[in-house]
Nanobody, 115 residues
């Protein structure tokens, strides 16, 4: 069974940085399109960034400039580097793996940014 395990969340002050990690079971991280989503309280889950198996990346408009997605296929891990954190970045961040109609989700990691 495929598992995605996120880590790296926590409480950070505004202006700080975090690097989230998503460890994928097997080698799916090298084959699937990987993505990070986030969900703030009372809001729908939103796409933050994607990276495909050719390392092509896309970002939501709100994530451009401060977020960077990357992958290390040897470690089956996808990262999300977030800089200049803002209180509005507070959310649960979810890792997603997709290949065609097949999709998997992690359990999420909480990021809380204090002002």
């Amino acid at each position: 069974q495929v598992q995605l395990v996120e880590s790296g969340g926590g409480l950070v002050q505004a202006g700080g940085s975090l690097r989230l990690s998503c460890l994928a079971s097997g080698s799916i991280a090298s084959v699937f399109t990987m993505a990070w989503y986030r969900q703030s309280p009372g809001k729908q889950r939103q796409l933050v960034a994607t990276i495909d198996n050719n390392n092509n990346t896309t970002y939501a408009d709100s994530a451009k400039g401060r977020f960077a997605i990357s992958r290390d296929n040897a470690k089956n891990t996808v990262y999300l580097q977030i800089s200049s954190l803002k209180p509005e970045d507070t959310a649960v961040y979810y890792c997603n793996a997709r290949l065609g109609l097949i999709t998997f989700w992690g359990q999420g990691t909480q990021v809380t940014v204090s002002s």
